[in-house]
């Protein structure tokens, strides 16, 4: 299935939507930048990039044509890069993980340079940054793209409850094979998911290995013995009306069982065993005996940004919701799961803030104020099988924001096999060298086709 896959999104017709993505900018009014003096540096580029993640690769590739490679540099420590939203295939078994990294090497563009480094501080007063090894870099603007920090330490038993089995978790490369290897397992009793008390990125995923795992102990015959339990902090089961009444007829037909406001706080692995809090009922706890236990854990904005001077009070990367450029530094710019835009923290989401976050700061380098507006739109392929996906996309007053002409509420093969195979060839071939903004340009066509 993947050829034709690939043949279809590499065709003229996918190739010239890329280009349209990219046209030009409408004019406005001067903005005046912050431009603070620049402390001592060893290094100076036009453009620095934190994090080499989807949003820090992608703007790297876009600025390296409005700039030039050599004035653009990413500083991210890490060796590889990862496509996580197909996690939750790997921990179901349905894609090997070996498809979902590559090399950070092989990902960012060619001429720009690569500080393969940690950020230790940001000053943005002075315009530089400080890396762990001493390092200081000035910089003329820079974005933000520094993810979001997994904190499985603060589940009590955590992380080291890993090294036990029968339990996984799809948001790490060091635990996402567990997952399936605790599917496989499985023989009769409670499966468990769960869900934090704290923001995450893919916020359906939790709940997507659930119907999977469902999925797999119906083929295998095991789904009478097993008892399959979705522990969430939240008090719904998706944020957007619409699809979370698509997931509760999915939910009462397989017999799940969903237990809301319930947090994990503890993992008692050696007993298999799952501790919650009732947050209705502070102090009030209930454990649960697994067969297997598939944890989200809680997370946060990167150590880095609490404390930093761009960060708002919960400690992320306080930018206009609009533009993307920061509230207080009119040369700073965020995007990503680090930012505090108020919509879901997804690879979608990036795509679709990239092409805003293009066009504001082509604007902010003509000191011409940025007008094109970010919707918050984002999309949450909600896997409910292992060939059926309902495709949610919406925007930032949880408003559906679709991009095909029919239903996305419903279960369908076509959206499974574009969340399995096309969105994946679609993140390495085009996002990833900043010639995918997001859909919207797909939508606006669909739907004038449709008037």
């Known amino acids: 299935m993947m050829a034709p896959l690939v043949a279809a999104v590499s065709s003229p017709r996918?190739?010239?939507?890329?280009?349209?993505l990219r046209l030009g900018t409408q004019q406005a009014a001067p903005l005046q930048l912050h431009t603070g003096a620049c402390c001592t540096a060893k290094n100076h580029y036009e453009v620095l990039v934190l994090g080499g993640g989807s949003g820090g690769i992608t703007m790297a590739a876009r600025m390296k044509r409005k700039v030039g490679a050599e004035n653009v540099a990413i500083v991210e420590p890490s060796e590889r890069h990862f496509y996580q939203p197909i996690w939750t295939l790997v921990g179901a078994g349905a894609k090997p993980l070996s498809l979902s990294g590559r090399s950070t090497a092989s990902v960012i563009p060619s001429g720009v340079a690569w500080i393969q480094d940690r950020v230790a501080e940001l000053n943005p007063d002075k315009n530089c940054i400080r890396t762990d090894n001493g390092k200081e870099i000035s910089y003329k603007y820079l974005i933000?793209?520094?993810g979001i920090q997994l904190d499985y330490e603060k589940i009590k038993g955590l992380p080291e409850g890993f090294a036990y089995p029968k339990i996984g978790s799809n948001y790490s490369v060091k635990t996402v094979e567990k997952t399936w290897k605790a599917l496989q397992d499985f023989k009769q009793g409670n499966a468990v998911f769960t869900f934090p008390n704290t923001p995450v990125k893919c916020a359906g995923a939790p709940q997507?290995?659930?119907y999977l795992s469902e999925a797999y102990l119906r083929k295998t015959g095991k789904r009478p013995k097993a008892?399959?339990?979705?522990?969430?902090a939240l008090g719904t089961i998706?944020?957007?009306?619409?699809?979370?009444?698509?997931?509760?007829?999915i939910i009462k037909e397989r017999d799940l069982t969903v237990n809301y406001k319930h947090n994990l706080i503890e993992v008692r692995a050696d007993k298999q065993e799952a501790v919650f809090e009732?947050?209705?009922k502070p102090g009030e706890i209930k454990v649960i005996q697994y067969e297997m236990l598939h944890v989200t854990p809680p997370m946060s904005s990167p150590d880095v940004l609490k404390t930093s001077p761009v960060a708002d009070s919960a400690g992320w990367v306080d930018v206009d919701k609009d533009t993307l450029q920061h509230k207080k530094y009119p040369n700073v710019f965020g995007i990503g799961d680090c930012t505090n835009l108020p919509t879901s923290k997804t690879a979608a989401a990036v795509a679709a803030q990239s092409g805003v976050l293009d066009k504001t700061i082509s604007l902010i380098m003509?000191?011409?104020r940025p007008t094109k507006k970010y919707d918050g739109y984002t999309s949450c392929p909600l896997v409910t099988g292992y060939d059926r996906v309902i495709l949610a996309e919406f925007n930032y007053s949880a408003e559906p924001l679709e991009t095909f002409p029919f239903d996305q509420s419903k279960e369908r093969l076509t959206m499974y096999l574009m969340k399995a195979d096309m969105m994946p060839f679609l993140y390495w071939n085009m996002m990833l060298r900043g010639y995918w903004g997001g859909p919207a340009f797909l939508r606006k066509l669909f739907h004038l086709g449709m008037s």
């Open 14 to 20: 996918a190739r010239l939507f890329a280009c349209f």
């Open 144 to 146: 933000i793209a520094l």
């Open 208 to 210: 997507k290995i659930m």
């Open 227 to 232: 008892n399959i339990i979705f522990n969430t």
């Open 238 to 249: 998706f944020g957007v009306k619409k699809y979370a009444t698509a997931l509760q007829k």
């Open 278 to 280: 009732n947050l209705d």
């Open 366 to 368: 003509k000191n011409q």
